[in-house]
């Protein structure tokens, strides 16, 4: 079975501009932790795993880039099924 790639920054705004029901133009940089909180949910279900990020890893996902390159690097290890 093939994994599916990682969430690049442009699902990340798809993601984010739905919660927010909002264009995708209109989602800024910044994350707030409430969208964040939604993101990994999110992510979690449509890659059916459980991420356990850490203090540091969830710092480093205040941004749009930042959460692109922190799911790159919590869906490398964590397990599926």
């Known amino acids: 079975m093939s994994q599916r790639a990682a969430p690049g920054r442009a699902d ?8 927010g029901d909002r264009s ?6 910044q994350i ?10 999110s992510i979690e279900q449509t890659y059916q795993v459980t991420l356990e990020p850490t ?4 710092a480093a996902m205040t941004t749009l880039s930042g959460a692109a ?4 690097d919590l869906l490398a290890g964590a397990s599926h099924g």
């Open 69 to 72: 390159q922190g799911f790159r």
């Open 24 to 29: 995708p133009d209109s989602v800024p940089e």
């Open 32 to 41: 707030g932790s409430l969208e964040l909180t939604w993101l990994i949910t």
């Open 12 to 19: 990340i705004v798809a993601i984010l501009a739905a919660f």
């Open 55 to 58: 203090d540091e890893e969830l």
